[in-house]
Every structure is written in C-alpha cells, then in structure tokens.
C-alpha cells in the first residue's frame, strides 16, 4: 500500500461561503489541501462545493470548514509489486519529483512511472519514494510511439476488471491467449478505470497514449492443439490469417494441421503457434 508523510508540519485556513457565495481563500495550497472539519450544514464537497486553484481555496454554495494545508511537499511511497501496474492516489497539482529509488529494477519516467492529475502510477517492479509539491517537478511527457501491456484474463467466464490508467489513451488487443474469442466492446472494453474482459476472453492489451479513432493495429492469437486434438480459436478472420511463430517442433502446414474459416483459426495434430490476424 502506498504510503505518505508530509515534509514540514501542516497549517490550518477557516474558509466559509456567506450566503452561499463563492470565496476564495488566499494561501498557498502547492503542499495539497484536505478538509479537516466542516463547520456548516450545507455540505462540503470536494470539486464540487471546495477545491483549490492557483490563488488558494476557494468555497461555494454555503459550504464553511476548516481546511489542512500542508507547509511543505509530501513523500509518497508507492511500489508494483510482483511487476504489477499499481496506482497511488495524491494531488500531484504542485508537481511531483522522483526522491529515492526503492527496487533493484529501475524506475524511468513514462516507462516504469509516471503521474497525472490524480496520483502517480509505477509498473515493471518500479518502487520508489517521491516528493510530490517539490519546487522544479519534472513534467510527464508520454512517449509517442510507446505503451504498456496488460495482461487481462476471465477466469470460468466471469468478468475481471483489471485496473490501468485509460485516460486519454487508445487501448487495443496486442495478442489473445485464449480460446473464446476477444471481440471489442463485447468479451473485452474499457473506461476510465481500466480494462475488462468477459465470457473467457484472455488477452495482452497494449495501453497507449493517443488518438482513440486510430485503426486498430493486427492481432496476435494463440491457437495450440493439445494432444493432438482438433482445436478452433475464435477469431474475426476477414481481412486474413498468417502464420507468426510456431510454437513446438510438430510442423504447423496450412490446410493440412491448421487453417481458417470465417468462425476463426483450427490447428490439429500437435500444432501450436501463433498466429497473425489481419484488421
């Protein structure tokens, strides 16, 4: 779990909407700010009724409270365990600044760690304590032809979400691993939590920054025949099937152990490979 400490002792401002008009309070709020205690029966809401901006706090529609404001930048620890993607929440507005690596595996901005406006996120078995507030941050500038891969599976075709940063990126189906098939929109989607998957679809996903109109790229599907038994893997094979890679030394030849049809990809007599779904 992530953790905080703040680098100097928090203050507190009284902030009050009279008559239900809006106020702003003059301080410096770059430290982050917390409602501590609300003082009036009209409730207190963050981004709704109070909120911060660059001149202080500032209270509306009859809200009154008493607000934390912390005198110096936070230290925040946050770790992807096991390699896993993991997201801490905190108010990055004043900036946020690597302070000390905590894992052996190195952590990189917009590769293994990076922040937005509603916390910092690390992958790749990034650990590490960061300054958030700190003077001079260093401003995440995703990369434009990068991306992380997540793997999502449903298990005994139940729904998984699997939590991932989506907010103005485009997210497509790198390489299914399944063989139910992974139809956008349909066993697999996403919103701004994440990533979902359904009816058995299992899948990478490749997460990246950009327009969410650009045409989805080709598939990646594994289709293996276990034992030597007849398998079909669920696939859109329209626009065509290649073969990728095989995957053991019984040959894989079209039309004789694999193939497809407009129902997907077959593979039999030992083959497995993966195969190259054209979109």
């Not at 990533?195 to 599907?221: H, M, Y």
């Not at 398998?231 to 497809?260: D, K, M």
Request: net charge positive; hydrophobic share 30%.
């Amino acid at each position: 779990m992530p953790t905080a400490t703040t680098a100097q002792t928090a203050r507190t401002i009284t902030c009050e909407s009279v008559n239900g008009r809006y106020v702003t309070c003059m301080t410096d709020t770059s430290g982050g700010v917390t409602l501590q205690r609300q003082l009036s029966g009209t409730g207190c809401v963050e981004n709704r009724t109070w909120g911060v901006n660059n001149q202080g706090i500032w209270v509306d529609k009859g809200c009154r409270g008493v607000f934390s404001v912390a005198a110096g930048p936070t230290t925040l620890t946050c770790r992807s365990v096991n390699f896993k993607y993991q997201f801490c929440q905190i108010d990055t507005r004043g900036g946020v600044r690597l302070a000390r690596q905590l894992s052996d595996t190195r952590c990189t901005l917009n590769s293994s760690w990076g922040y937005d406006n509603r916390g910092i996120w690390v992958d790749k078995g990034c650990g590490a304590e960061f300054l958030v507030g700190a003077a001079n941050p260093i401003t995440p500038t995703p990369p434009v032809n990068s991306g992380q891969v997540i793997r999502c599976e449903s298990a005994n075709n139940r729904r998984v979400d699997c939590p991932v940063n989506t907010r103005q990126a485009t997210v497509t189906l790198r390489r299914q691993l399944s063989g139910a098939a992974c139809v956008p929109n349909r066993t697999w989607g996403y919103d701004n939590r994440g990533i979902w998957v359904t009816s058995g679809c299992r899948g990478e996903f490749l997460v990246a920054a950009g327009n969410a109109n650009v045409p989805p790229k080709d598939q990646l599907v594994v289709c293996r025949s276990r034992n030597g038994t007849y398998i079909r893997c669920a696939a859109n094979t329209r626009r065509g099937v290649l073969l990728q890679r095989q995957l053991t030394n019984r040959p894989c030849r079209q039309n004789q152990t694999w193939g497809f049809d407009n129902q997907g990809i077959w593979v039999t007599q030992g083959c497995e490979a993966e195969f190259l779904v054209r979109r």
